[in-house]
């Protein structure tokens, strides 16, 4: 019996063999097919991403065999009947015929839609996980680099497919797009013109974001997904600190077959997801809009979230503009388009683009890490991160304000006003707030690993103390606790003469100098009792006696 | 002592006089009344009875606001050349009288004294002291009579600006907004356009002729009883909700899924 267990079936050794033999699977299945992936939720949340694309990837394809992407005007024939006998394009008249004539057309462009909006949040929630664990340190900047470049191009794409259906909603996008390109000094008007073949919106603008939508930008995430993944397999993917896990192996279940199966349900969670939200979520709905035209705009126009943060800063920018020489036959600079458009979204990317550098720099930290930070353990990291989500969050927020104002009956204008403020004051605050909370929890894993677990046994000592039994925390929680690493620091002190260190010596040198001396170091140790210093073993912390507070941590 | 003398100082007399002076005084005072109400019924349901009504009800419910002539106040406009036709969009969607002064009044239930008929009446008052619109009739602001197609591209292109694509309302400046156009009836959708109640522009019957004041009165009707094909219609305002959606129902979701797919560890055995 058990060598009928052993022994391989030959429908499958007859053909394994042959493929085996002509390009040696066998060799590259062994050695990847046992592959350890370490364990942690947050790790699957950039699958989200992926599985997202691979549906957009098979809805966009059905939607293509139905979508005419022509500006020609059509009077429209088709079964919604508010909109019978409207002059629309071709583009707007087919989408509709999707929603409306194509069987099962609309929950495939519901689902479409959907699994867009999902594939940028999960982008997004990936990204900061990667971001506050500190796993985007070497050997893995340039996949943090690939990750920054696929989210711009993921932003482009939403943006082009947002316009494809030449709805009335699209085109109040489409024009703020215009407004932006020609907004820039000098070429604004030659790259408008060349983008749109002429004057806006010309005939030529949808069939152009058609071929860029479905053709160019999904090559390219392909291509970069791709590098991502593979880069991912061969640098072997961050943990967690935990037991038994160093910088040197990684502890975890094997690709085949457990992090396989986990991989395969987590598709058909995503999967059900976008299809349970398109089913009894309406999405996107066209024909409402009613079709473009130039001369219209609708109340409540809003881009998909990922363009929000966007739309906020247009909304919030004070109307400046320079007109040259005091004319505007001269030019003009408009900085209240600009200055929005370009100034958050810079911020945003080439901030997260730079900092696996600049806190290399500030740190002075060449070495490998493949253990993740917990973000608690890197304060100002993490306070950093908090008040970019701030930012982002105060701009995307204001981006509705229209909405807000409309449903919770709020001034506009006072939305507006206490925006201007907000975008600056709550991110500072979020830096204090965040800082303090980090040490906060900081301190309290050092009174478990120096004090222990309450066990909620209260003794009573001979001379009449009241004391509570601490326990030693579990290994596994310990081992994760002390996976903390301080923060490395430039070595920043002055010599005997008072001379600092090469390379801190200019006004450069010196910020760079302070930077590390705040940003490294370790902030609240692990082992010292935290700060307290009193070598209690097991039993300590008297109650009521009023000098050891460290019950209240 | 005569015996009327006796009366006199009898001392329930001052009782009896008091009681036959109020007694006469009420008989003369709604002999007066009697006097100064037409007796007429052919004239109690005409016109000129109307406008007389409203000028009491006005007197009574707006004046305090609008003036005892209608000529306006520090808190209220002038209402001389108006017309019925705002008087009946203002009364009948509750937003007059006005509960207090803000931005903007609000559509509420109609107050307990208000009727069809006192709105005629107060109407008619208004009507009478400078022109303006009149109410429409029936057959004027009939859905079934219109051209949705056409109503609706002037939808577009007059009133969604504030009013959002499907009528869901929307936010103007210092605290006024376009309302929400589900409860408006045809009659007020088209009061609303000729009169320019609150913030909103005049859409006179030369700028939109009455027949497509009709189409876009069925333009809206049509879309609003509409059911939303795709599923639930997130309040139909577009992208914000949508992306909330995404992020509280979708991202939560998945993230859970994670949560629950990893929790599962492999029993060691």
Same mark, same amino acid.
């Given at each position: ?36 992936? #370490?364990?942690?939720?947050?790790? =699957?949340? /950039?699958?989200?991403? @992926? ?6 990837? &098979? $809805? !966009? ?77 070497? #050997?893995?900047?340039?996949?943090? =680099?690939? /990750?920054?470049?696929? @989210? ?6 939403? &943006? $082009? !497919? ?392 | ?269």
């Amino acid at each position: 019996m058990s060598s009928d267990l052993t022994s391989v079936p030959k429908g499958i050794a007859g053909p394994s063999n042959f493929l085996d033999e002509r390009i040696g699977g066998a060799n590259f299945l062994k050695r990847n097919l046992r592959k350890i992936f #370490p364990d942690h939720w947050s790790f =699957l949340l /950039g699958e989200i991403a @992926l599985y997202a694309f691979i549906l957009l990837l &098979l $809805t !966009g394809t059905f939607l293509t065999f139905w979508f005419k992407p022509s500006m020609g005007e059509i009077a429209y024939n088709g079964s919604y009947a508010p909109l019978k006998g409207v002059m629309m394009s071709e583009a707007y008249a087919s989408s509709l015929e999707i929603s409306f004539d194509v069987r099962g057309g609309l929950l495939v462009r519901q689902m479409h839609h959907w699994a867009a909006l999902l594939f940028v949040a999960g982008m997004m929630v990936h990204m900061l996980r990667v971001f506050f664990t500190g796993a985007y340190r070497k #050997p893995r900047e340039l996949n943090w =680099l690939i /990750g920054v470049l696929l @989210l711009t191009l993921a932003l482009v794409e939403g &943006l $082009t !497919g947002y316009s494809l259906p030449d709805d009335l909603l699209s085109g109040a996008g489409l024009r703020i797009t215009e407004g932006v390109a020609i907004s820039l000094p000098l070429v604004g008007t030659y790259i408008t013109f060349f983008l749109f073949g002429g004057e806006y919106p010309g005939e030529d603008i949808i069939s152009r974001f058609y071929s860029l939508h479905i053709l160019l930008i999904p090559g390219l995430i392909l291509a970069l997904v791709s590098a991502h993944l593979v880069l991912m397999w061969v640098q072997k993917h961050t943990q967690m600190p935990g037991k038994g896990r160093t910088n040197k192996n990684v502890v975890g279940a094997p690709f085949y077959p457990a992090f396989m199966a986990k991989a395969g349900a987590y598709t058909l969670f995503t999967f059900a997801v976008v299809a349970g939200l398109a089913t009894f979520t309406q999405i996107n709905p066209i024909w409402l809009f009613g079709p473009y035209t130039p001369a219209d705009i609708s109340a409540g126009s809003q881009p998909d979230w990922y363009m929000g943060f966007l739309e906020g800063s247009l909304r919030l920018m004070p109307s400046w503009e320079i007109n040259l020489f005091g004319t505007s036959h001269a030019g003009t600079l408009p900085l209240s388009v600009i200055i929005p458009a370009l100034v958050p979204l810079g911020l945003v990317m080439t901030g997260l683009a730079l900092y696996p550098f600049l806190e290399r720099w500030i740190t002075g930290d060449h070495r490998e890490h493949h253990v993740a930070d917990r973000p608690r353990n890197n304060p100002h990291r993490t306070s950093i991160g908090m008040s970019a989500i701030v930012f982002y969050g105060v701009l995307w927020l204001l981006g509705a304000n229209d909405e807000l104002s409309a449903n919770f009956q709020i001034s506009l204008n006072w939305t507006t006003y206490a925006g201007r403020v907000l975008v600056f004051v709550l991110p500072a605050l979020a830096y204090i707030i965040t800082y303090r909370v980090c040490l906060g929890l900081q301190r309290s894993d050092s009174a478990v690993v120096s004090h222990g677990v309450e066990s909620g046994v209260i003794k009573r000592l001979p001379h009449g103390e009241f004391i509570e039994i601490h326990t030693p925390p579990a290994d596994d929680i310990e081992a994760h606790v002390r996976g903390k690493e301080a923060v490395p620091m430039l070595p920043v002190e002055a010599d005997g003469a008072g001379i600092p260190p090469k390379g801190m010596r200019g006004p450069l040198g010196k910020l760079r100098a302070r930077m590390s001396r705040a940003y490294g170091g370790e902030k609240i140790a692990l082992d010292e009792g935290h700060g307290h210093g009193h070598g209690h073993e097991d039993e300590h912390a008297a109650i009521g006696s009023g000098e050891d507070r460290s019950l209240t941590h | 002592m005569t015996r009327i003398t006796a009366w006199r100082r009898h001392p329930l007399a001052r009782y009896a006089v008091l009681i036959l002076a109020l007694a006469l005084v009420g008989m003369v005072y709604t002999a007066f009344v009697q006097a100064s109400r037409p007796a007429d019924a052919a004239l109690a349901s005409g016109k000129l009875d109307d406008v007389a009504a409203g000028k009491s009800l006005f007197e009574v419910h707006c004046a305090s606001c609008h003036g005892m002539n209608a000529q306006g106040t520090s808190t209220g406009p002038t209402l001389i050349g108006v017309g019925a036709a705002a008087v009946d969009f203002q009364m009948s969607t509750g937003r007059m009288p006005a509960s207090n002064p803000g931005a903007q009044a609000p559509r509420k239930p109609m107050a307990g004294w208000v009727t069809p008929d006192k709105i005629r009446q107060i109407g008619a008052f208004v009507q009478s002291l400078g022109g303006g619109p009149q109410v429409p009739g029936k057959e004027q602001v009939d859905p079934a009579l219109g051209d949705a197609g056409k109503g609706g591209e002037l939808f577009r292109a007059n009133c969604i600006q504030c009013h959002n694509w499907a009528g869901a309302g929307g936010a103007l400046t210092q605290g006024k907004y376009a309302p929400n156009l589900n409860q408006a009836t045809p009659t007020q959708i088209y009061e609303a356009m000729a009169t320019g109640p609150q913030a909103m522009p005049v859409f006179n019957d030369t700028t939109i002729t009455p027949e497509e004041k009709r189409s876009m009165i069925a333009y809206i009707t049509q879309v609003r009883e509409q059911k939303d094909p795709g599923g639930f219609g997130l309040g139909r305002i577009g992208p914000v909700t949508e992306g909330l959606v995404g992020w509280i129902v979708g991202i939560t979701a998945l993230v859970l899924a994670s949560i629950w797919i990893t929790a599962k560890k492999r029993q060691k055995s």
